[in-house]
């Protein structure tokens, strides 16, 4: 089974004080114990590195770098699928619905992955499915 994994579920399981961490702490284990296939964008890594820099500081950026990133499938992305998510977040006209989101999203069909790792409705809203800690 693979999953992609959103910024929101790196940030709650780096940040002891994340409403989300008790959860995160716990599906993480549960996905790394499992041996599944974690996967993200690089779209995400850039949001995720820029959100714990901001929040938590280099030290943390380091031990995401060193401990988490190499556990996870990297998907590069290229100028047709950033154009797709351009067109997509445009399209979509909300305000909070991010071009990370909309990458995130156009990745996951493309790959055939249905389910993920966040703390975002908005992968609930567009039809995929969150991994639970109950489901660990």
Known sequence: ????????AFFAILDADDINHKKGKIIW???????LTLI????????????????LGTEA??????????????????????MAGVSAALVADKRNLSLVDCISFIVMRR???????????HFAEAGFNSIDESLC
Request: glycine share 4%.
């Open 61 to 82: 950026v380091r031990v995401f770098q060193d401990d988490i990133v190499p556990l996870i499938g990297i998907e590069w992305i290229d100028e047709a699928v950033h």
């Open 29 to 35: 284990q549960h996905l790394i114990s499992e041996g």
């Open 40 to 55: 993200c964008s690089n779209y995400i890594l850039v949001e995720s590195f820029a959100l714990i820099q901001h929040r």
């Open 1 to 8: 089974m693979r999953v992609f994994i959103d910024t929101s």
């Open 111 to 121: 790959l055939g992955i249905k389910d993920v790792f966040a703390f975002d409705r």
